[in-house]
């Protein structure tokens, strides 16, 4: 049976993608830099949902990470019938200001691995009678934001380029979805040095569980475009039909 590969799946979003489809019965591969966690969690997840479960703890924003993914697969014999790009980071700051890793790092991570993960993918993925890609964008995609200006620039990227492949996928067996999350109780806002915010982005958090359900029912039904949560859906939509400057301006005294 075909495996469902999932980025980041040592917490956040990631892990609770990884047990939504472990419910639906789903044998998974986990991919990221906790060793440890991974191993814990992958043990858990075998005894709860009775599912086969590998782990491959790797730093994804390194150079050619998705190549190192792809010849794990071949040598391990695995296929793949779902892929999850889900590892990503932001980083709060004034653009000039990001530390170089950061910067460097985000722009690896969020979008050069994800998008070789899915062209090395692809023909694997061809192969399969049903198969599926949902890549892990944000609603920072729908316009820019200041101070988060790269991390939203990255995000605009994979929602552009998941829906290219959503259109050019049509009449195969795969589909291509894009999931746009608005605030999640994760690891996120802590990673991305935004504390100041996190009082006031809790009141509007979702949980990682709610938008793993979500996401994986709409990547089931080859949605397009996922975005969990009415005020999410809301804002991301008004964003695309008001003039831009407002969307933004409101962004840049949110996260000022
Ligand atoms: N939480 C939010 O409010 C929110 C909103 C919109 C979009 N998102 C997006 O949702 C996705 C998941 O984020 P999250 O909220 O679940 O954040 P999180 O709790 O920080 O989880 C991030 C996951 O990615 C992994 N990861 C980070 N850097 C990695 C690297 N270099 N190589 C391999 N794995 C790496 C982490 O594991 P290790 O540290 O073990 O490597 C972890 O499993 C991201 O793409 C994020 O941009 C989040």
Known sequence: MAYALITGASGGIGLAL????????????????????????????????????????????????????????????????????????????????IPESEFQGMMQLNMVTLANLCRLLLPMLKKQEKAYILNVSSTAAYQAVPTLSLYAATKAFVLVLTRGLNWELQGTSVSASCLSPGPTTTGFIDRANLGRIKDRAEKFSMSAEAVANIAIKGMLAGKPEIIPGLTNW???????????????????????
């Open 234 to 256: 809301l804002s991301a939509k008004l964003a695309e039909i008001v003039p831009k400057g407002i969307p933004e301006r409101i962004a840049r005294n949110l996260y000022k």
């Open 18 to 97: 990884a047990r939504e489809l472990a419910a639906r019965k789903h044998d998974l591969l986990l991919i990221a830099r906790s060793g440890q966690t991974l191993e814990k969690l992958a043990s858990d997840i075998r005894q709860q949902y009775r599912v086969k479960v590998d782990i491959l703890a790797m730093d994804l924003a390194a150079p050619n990470a998705a190549q190192a993914v792809f010849n794990w697969l071949q040598s391990s014999n695995y296929s793949v019938d779902i892929l999850v790009n889900n590892a990503g980071f932001g980083s709060w700051g004034l653009y000039e200001e």
